[in-house]
Each structure stands twice: as structure tokens, then as C-alpha cells.
């Protein structure tokens, strides 16, 4: 009757993969417990470590228990703990860490009845609430673990992709705040075909790298030629650290979500921890707090 979990921070979008591609961490993310109630309903007893709303329908994690609740018909209700282990805002999925959490919990106390798909639509759900778009790539990554691709969106299909046993992840959350929606309104709506070509055929590369251990190919389709450029101007020395990053032997580097974060793929832990080094101090003397960590992809 009672459980304690850990809902992951993801990077969704994975450069060419907008909207598609995402994968969870899991060296950072959030602490939530849930502990079933005689009284009927969702409460939320306690948030730390963001200033997050209390309010039930407003809060991405509450709304969701809520809906499982009505759902599955419970006769019971849900007390609510959330621990956020990173800011909302950061390009990590923060939202989306609450949503899927929320669902994940739920989902065990009201008696493990709803798929990995059904869950990640609950935590569409949550999404909403909490951004205003259901965007699935962030929520997706947070119950299937690993890496997913979004392949399509109605009806919606998610695809768990393997991760190679060496892959890493270096990132660096510069202490700015970038909604989700500004970072939207920057992108182009029409795209030359040329460039859509140069994208699709580099998802295809990616993912065809992830299945075969193939670091090289996973490396040269980490690319993006139609988001990055449109967003880059919106992160302070992003072309420093992403030139940092690969200069220290990273496969590529991109923005995590809608930013700030950035991040690099490595292979190994070696590599991994010199891009680390080498990003710390391209950033060192920027003026700019900043934050970073390095994971594995799980
Ligand atoms: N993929 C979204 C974007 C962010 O880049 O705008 C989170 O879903």
C-alpha cells in the first residue's frame, strides 16, 4: 500500500530524432511516493526541490494519478510525495519525470492493469497539463527505459530500441530557463526537402547504429541540420561546448529537449569522463552557472 520510485530525467529530442527520439537517464531524476488512502481522491502531501503547484488538476503528476483513479474505477484513494531531483525548465523532461512517475505508481497501486503504451498516454495526458502539448517523446523514454522512438502519434506506436553496452551520456544544464513553447515558436514550419532528406536518412543511421553496436554510424548521424540551428541562438556557447565536446572525443552533441541542456554521447566511461572535463572548462569562464552530469542510458 505504499511505494517509493524513481522517474528518470530524459533527452528528448535526440538531435535529428525531433519529436521521436528520446532516452532516459538514470543518473538524475525525481523521488516519488505513493501510499494508498481509505479517502477516495488524489492529494499531494509534500513537493521538494522545485516550486511546483498543489493544485490537483494543475499539477502534472496529480492529474494523472487522478485519471488512473477514475479510470480503473479504484476504491481508494492516492497520498502524493513528489522529490524533484532537477529544475523544470531544463530540457530534461521534468514534466514529463512527474507524469510518468505518476502513471508508473499509480498504475501499481490500482493492481498493475495498463501497458507500457497505455501508461506513456496517461502521461501524455500529464504533459498537457502541465505544458500545454502531449508530446510523447520525453514520457515515452521515462516508462520504457532505454531508448524509444515515437514512430507514430495516432494511433500511437512506441518502439524500444537497444542501447550498446558502452554508450554514455555527458550533460551540461546552464542555470537559464527555457520554455518549451518559446523554443517551438522559433522553428521553421516549411523545410526544404534537400534538408528533410539529409534528417530522415540520419534517423535511419541512428537507429540502424543502436542496433548494430555501430559507433561510428551513431556518430555521423548525430546530426541535426532543421531544429539546432533554429534553437542554438536561445542557449549561451553552444557551439563552445559542442565543439568542446567532440574535440575531447565525443560522438556528437546536441540540445536535450528544448534546451538549455546540452548534451554528448560517448562511447565509454574513459571518454565520457574527459568530455566531461573538457565541456567544464569551456564553461568555466562564461559567467553562467551551470550544472552536469554523466549517465548511462537505461
Ligand atoms: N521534443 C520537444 C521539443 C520537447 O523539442 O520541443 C519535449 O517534448
Known amino acids: 500500500d505504499y511505494l517509493k520510485i524513481f522517474a528518470p530525467a530524459t533527452v528528448a529530442n535526440v538531435s535529428c530524432g525531433f519529436d521521436s527520439l528520446g532516452f532516459a537517464v538514470d543518473a538524475v531524476g525525481d523521488e516519488m511516493t505513493f501510499t494508498k488512502t481509505a479517502e477516495k481522491g488524489v492529494k499531494i502531501t509534500n513537493i521538494t526541490g522545485a516550486d511546483l503547484t498543489y493544485n490537483i488538476d494543475e499539477n502534472a503528476a496529480s492529474a494523472v494519478v487522478k485519471k488512473i483513479l477514475k479510470d480503473a474505477n479504484a476504491d481508494f484513494g492516492i497520498a502524493l510525495t513528489i522529490h524533484k531531483g532537477f529544475a523544470p525548465g531544463s530540457g530534461l523532461g521534468s514534466s514529463a519525470a512527474s507524469a510518468a512517475g505518476a502513471a508508473f505508481g499509480a498504475n501499481q497501486l490500482v493492481g498493475n492493469i495498463y501497458s507500457d503504451l497505455e501508461l506513456t498516454k ?22 520504457y527505459g532505454g531508448f524509444v522512438l515515437v514512430r507514430s502519434y495516432d494511433p500511437l506506436e512506441i518502439i524500444k530500441l537497444p542501447v550498446p553496452g558502452e554508450l554514455r551520456v555527458v550533460a551540461i544544464h546552464p542555470q537559464i530557463e527555457i520554455k518549451t ?14 534538408d528533410a532528406v539529409t534528417q530522415w536518412a540520419n534517423v535511419g543511421g541512428l537507429i540502424s547504429g543502436l542496433y548494430t553496436d555501430n559507433y561510428n554510424l551513431i556518430s555521423n548521424s548525430l546530426v541535426d541540420i532543421i531544429v539546432e540551428p533554429a534553437r542554438k541562438p536561445l ?39 574527459k568530455v566531461y572535463k573538457s ?14 552530469f554523466i549517465s548511462k542510458i537505461n
Request: glycine residues 10%.
Open 181 to 194: 513553447k518559446d523554443a517551438r515558436d522559433v522553428l521553421p514550419i516549411e523545410i526544404p526537402l534537400k
Open 279 to 292: 565541456i567544464k572548462e569551456s564553461y568555466q569562464n562564461t559567467g553562467i552557472d551551470f550544472e552536469m
Open 235 to 273: 542557449i549561451p556557447f553552444f557551439d563552445d561546448v559542442k565543439n568542446a565536446a567532440i574535440k575531447a572525443g565525443a560522438l556528437g552533441a546536441g540540445i536535450s529537449g528544448s534546451g538549455p541542456t546540452i548534451f554528448a554521447l560517448c562511447k565509454g566511461d574513459e571518454i565520457a569522463e
Open 122 to 143: 496517461f502521461a501524455m495526458f500529464g504533459e498537457e497539463v502541465a505544458c500545454g502539448s502531449a508530446i510523447a517523446d520525453n514520457v515515452s523514454a521515462a516508462i
